[in-house]
Antibody, heavy 119, light 111 residues
């Protein structure tokens, strides 16, 4: 079965760069149509889509955060990495990675990891 | 402020039918499929409806989706206490090189 798990720091300081890793199993990121996305959710607030990387290394980013985000994949390790620069307290959120199915939806999600931005 | 607009709250009594709306624009709902996610307290979102009105296996047929123009709706019939959750709509947006957009979420309370 498909599983995903996010990992990374739970606390970062303002202006620092956040690096999150999504380690997955049950599928290959070299399969046509497949992707892995990142979505975040500030405490008590709505979901916000961040980025998506496809099997062919095509990448899409949230227009409002594009300048701060980089998404990469390591197919051999079954990992996707998201980096976000210049972190601010408003970036405090639970960050989820999710499997993107070739039919065009996020059908499997990680448990999420809470990242707090504070000095 | 979310690109897709949902009412912040909805409520109903057990057995009732409730609907949750999702309003967008021509670049997202108007030209692409709509997806619905259910998020129970303290858990990750779960895919509830895909491609406007399709249910993944395991999702009860009490849940249904529809789309018309630049708006979509999620209907829940035979409301049950375990349906109390946050519901989010989502769609691909063709503008600005393409990106996903989510609604602001609707908190459903079963009275």
């Amino acid at each position: 079965q498909i599983t995903l798990k996010e990992s990374g720091p739970t606390l970062v300081k303002p202006t620092q760069t956040l690096t999150l890793t999504c380690t997955f199993s049950g599928f290959s990121l070299s399969t046509s149509g497949v992707g892995v996305g990142w979505i975040r959710q500030p405490p008590g607030k709505a979901l916000e889509w961040l980025a998506l990387i496809y099997w062919d290394d095509d990448k899409r980013y949230s227009p409002s955060l594009k300048s701060r985000l980089t998404i990469t994949k390591d197919t051999s390790k079954n990992q996707v990495v998201l980096t976000m620069t210049n972190m601010d307290p408003v970036d405090t959120a639970t960050y989820y990675c999710a499997h993107y199915d070739s039919s065009g939806y996020y059908d499997y999600w990680g448990q999420g990891t809470l990242v707090t931005v504070s000095s | 402020q979310s690109v897709l607009t949902q009412p912040p709250s909805a409520s109903g009594t057990p057995g009732q039918r409730v609907t949750i709306s999702c309003s967008g624009s021509s670049s997202n709902i108007g030209s692409n499929y709509v997806y619905w996610y259910q998020q129970l307290p303290g858990t990750a979102p779960k895919l509830l409806i895909y491609r406007n009105n399709q249910r993944p296996s395991g999702v009860p047929d009490r849940f249904s989706g529809s789309k018309s123009g630049t708006s979509a709706s999620l209907a829940i019939s035979g409301l049950r206490s375990e349906d109390e959750a946050d519901y989010y709509c989502a769609a691909w947006d063709d503008s600005l090189s393409g990106h996903w957009v989510f609604g602001g979420g609707t908190k459903l309370t079963v009275l």
